[in-house]
């Protein structure tokens, strides 16, 4: 059996763990989105993702609709098959079939989305379709080890 001491510290543990832990979607998400359009060029894609540390960036049309999104193995794909590279568009090699979230969605619902679609990331966007973040696996990764890392500490 527990005793009352064990049973209030693990009271303790999991209200402080609840009282910060994010929740859903607009918790976790990089809100400063970088993106391109659908008439970008190949060397502006790869150029991005050059200069930056992500791997999938959203394509949005001139409203900032979600028109896409480009992963790194979209250019790699496209670079595979395209004979001249040098004369494509983001819009011949974006992923158009995007999987999406409300900023309100559960994380739990966006990660089993990642998961059941094999996935990296998910376009965060408004009830108008308007991006307004991004989350990805390592989003969900970090989430988990602050959470693993609690735990732990609160196991010792």
Known sequence: M???KALSEKAAMHEALVGRVPLCVQDVMTRQVVTLRP?????????????NSFRHFPVVDSATRLAGVVSDRDILRALARTR????S?????????????????????AAGKMLSKRINCLPVVNEDGTVCGIITSTDLL???????EAVEKAAK
């Open 2 to 4: 527990h005793s009352v």
């Open 39 to 51: 008439e970008h060029t190949f060397a502006d894609a790869v150029g991005l993702m050059g200069s």
């Open 84 to 87: 001249d590279w040098k004369a």
């Open 89 to 109: 568009y983001v819009s011949q090699f974006m992923s158009r079939d995007v999987v999406t979230v409300k900023p309100e969605t559960e994380l739990s619902l």
């Open 142 to 148: 970090k989430v988990f080890r602050s959470l693993q």
